[in-house]
């Protein structure tokens, strides 16, 4: 007898429908199951774990050969999520579910050798296919994966499943979907308390004013200063002050996160804008993904939020170049011989170094020990194209005694936030239609049409250029960087003094220059 369901493969984050068809012969004297369309090891495994769940849930085996075809044969098949939709298409060839009702299904799920249920990875994904397909009618997920899966439930009937039981029960119609309004209770407003606020920074008004503008247009943003300044507790609080995801956002973050297995039943969404911080002993795969089934590295999980680098120059400098391209698309494309994936990883990039090897360069207090030789080998780690892509520079100095015991609260999250917020409601409107969001995102054809300066601004600029030899992408980053400011405070037109401070977040420029 031959049946059919539906299942899906995950290339990148995006999830292929895979039709599983399984054909119980009945012929042969063994009891044989043979899978073919491009399995892995995992894949193939699975046979003896579907042998084991369909005997212990009381179904039996097939006699003689069974082949279990997953089409389209030419894609690779990987890990344990095609289990349950196999098993549920043995136990319909023995009549033991419902084949009608399992042809119009996408299934995925882990068997346990008991016929238990366990989650897989990438739900989100295959719940937002499962929810554009015509020829799907409901979907049947792990109950670990609910809360991922509730995501189809507006158009779809949802089963989460415990038990290889429970999945012919639902084929059966004997359990209850998923209500559609529980994807209602998905999208909402991020957690701020779980984000550390700038109330509790004392001092560093200049670093916290670029971490506003840099919130702003979507900016990055380079801290040099001595150890124990703020750079990383600065850092830290960024995500605090960035708009809230939109429900695009939160998606695309989201299935990066499910890809990986990184949500769980109480956090099925990313709401919070994520915040990464690599050490710098992080391979290029790690730091861009990779692999022989490429996966995503930490740039995609950070897509949508925060990617801390502290220490810059400690990292290798070949994994700093790697950046150069996913800074400028946002995506990053990993190829292998079996093919290529793209992932997302559009991100505000904060970056921390020290002014020299022993991090003292300037400090009143602590007299650096550095040779010339050394400070320049150590700041050559950092190549000038990667500096280039870094709009805002910033000196974060030691705090003085004052500032260390003052008891004033500083200006909180909160109030920096609605700043921000009001600032990037500007920009969309600015760029509506034109899939910009922010002005850190600009092309130069908007950067000519929305960053015209007057002749005095332009002097201004000009001279800049000339004094520290400016390349044209630092040119095109100090635009973008004078718009996010008159944003800020409400101008149409970019100011005189917009211009001065954008090129005054250049320090590492003037230092080279």
Known sequence: MLTRTYSAALTGIEALLLEVEVNASGRGEQSMVSIVGLPDAAVRESRERIRSALYACGFGHPRGNTLVNLAPADIRKEGASFDLPIALGLAAAMGGAEKEALSRTLVAGELALDGSVRPVKGVVSIALLARELSQVESLIVPAGNLQEAVLAASTKKVYAVSSLPEAVEALAGKRIPVPKEAADTLFGEPDWASVPDFADVKG??????????????????????????????????????????????????????SLLGLLSADRPLMRTRPFRSPHHTVSDAGLIGGGSNPGPGEISLAHNGVLFLDELPEFKRTTLEVLRQPLESGMVTISRAAGSCDFPSRFVLIAAMNPCPCGHLGDRLHPCRCRPMQIRAYRSKISGPLLDRIDIHVEVAALSEEELLQKNVSESSAAIRARVIAARERQLARYKGTGTFCNGMMESAQIARYCQLDKATETLLRHAIREFGLSARAYDRILRVSRTIADLAGSENIRKQDIFEAVSYRSQDRRTA
């Open 204 to 257: 560093q008004f200049a670093a916290k004013r670029a971490l506003e503008i840099a919130a702003a247009g979507g900016h990055n943003v380079l801290f040099s200063g001595p150890p124990g300044s703020g750079k990383s507790m600065l850092a830290r609080r960024l995500p605090g002050i960035l708009p809230p995801m939109t429900e695009k956002e939160t998606l695309e973050t989201s299935r990066i996160y």
